[in-house]
């Protein structure tokens, strides 16, 4: 399905153009990109819906599929005031900042010209997409839309993260959020968050091995073969895991996480 941003890639172009005078926002030129490759992922996702053998039934949904792609356009433009005010993306140190981007393309009217039907599930997507679990209760359509966006946006971070985890790049610290660099130190309970088959929480984060854990967790909960694929195709998920440390303790979640990363490579069924 074509779903044509021109305008509307135009109108985040000119909004993130009001954010030129923060200083040091080399962190917020990433979210830029990061942006742009989130809509890749998302456009994919949609393309891939009809091969998709649990998801068909959405492949000829044109509000749907035109609401995944919106809201993955608009999921993170809540960074740049956020940055602008608190100098961190740390939601929690914060403010929310998927909320922020719900303001921001209700206040702005972003999506101008757009049915209420596609604006009220770009708007789902965009306040749910960092949730750390979503309602039973959210209709169909939403979860759809939401679920969209959280699969291309954890796509991206990974790659994102890669860079970050094993360089001492400029904008580390507050990719990373800012956690510790101790190479062989992580938190137990985000390893055994692993071996219980749980996503681990942001706010449990206390070294950079406890991101490597955390990202491996998150194949858990996507819901794109597509994206289950790309990811496992990418090699990303090997350079994440590749940094943790020896330790046989440690030895358990590694294995794990390394068969779920095989369960994406084989696109579903029952998770290891
Ligand atoms: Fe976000």
């Not at 956690?179 to 062989?184: N, T």
């Not at 943790?244 to 330790?247: E, G, K, T």
């Given at each position: 399905m074509n779903i044509d941003l021109s305008s509307y890639r135009q109108r985040f172009l000119d909004y993130v153009s009001g954010f030129r005078d923060v200083p040091d926002a080399a962190p917020l030129r990433l979210k830029v990109e990061h942006t742009f490759r989130v809509v890749e992922h998302a456009q994919r996702i949609v393309d891939s819906l009809a091969e998709d053998a649990f998801e068909t039934a959405w492949a000829e949904n044109a509000d749907v599929c035109r609401a995944v792609v919106l809201a993955a356009l608009y999921h993170d433009c809540g960074r740049f005031p956020q940055f602008r005010r608190y100098r961190t993306f740390l939601d929690a140190k914060s403010v929310n900042h998927a909320l922020l981007s719900f303001q921001t393309i209700r206040d702005g009217d972003f999506l101008r010209g757009e049915t209420r039907r596609v604006r009220h599930l770009v708007q789902c997507g965009v306040l749910l997409h960092n949730r750390y679990a979503l309602s039973s209760k959210l209709a169909p359509e939403a979860r759809f839309v939401t679920d969209a966006v959280r699969d291309s946006d954890k796509l991206d971070i990974f790659r994102v993260m890669v860079g970050y985890l094993d360089h001492a790049l400029p904008e580390r610290d507050a990719v990373l959020l800012h956690?510790?660099?101790?190479?062989?130190r992580w938190t137990p309970k985000i390893a055994e968050d692993v071996m219980e088959g749980r996503v681990s929480r942001?706010?449990?984060?206390?070294?950079v091995n406890d991101f490597r854990l955390l990202l491996g967790t998150w194949t858990l909960e996507l819901r794109f073969a597509a994206t289950r694929r790309a990811l496992a195709e990418s090699g990303l998920m090997e350079s994440v895991l590749s940094g943790?440390?020896?330790?046989p303790a440690l030895l358990p979640a590694k294995k794990k996480l390394y068969a779920l990363l095989e369960h994406c490579r084989e696109g579903g069924g029952e998770r290891p």
């Open positions: 956690v510790q660099d101790e190479p062989d942001y706010t449990d984060l206390k070294f943790l440390p020896d330790a």
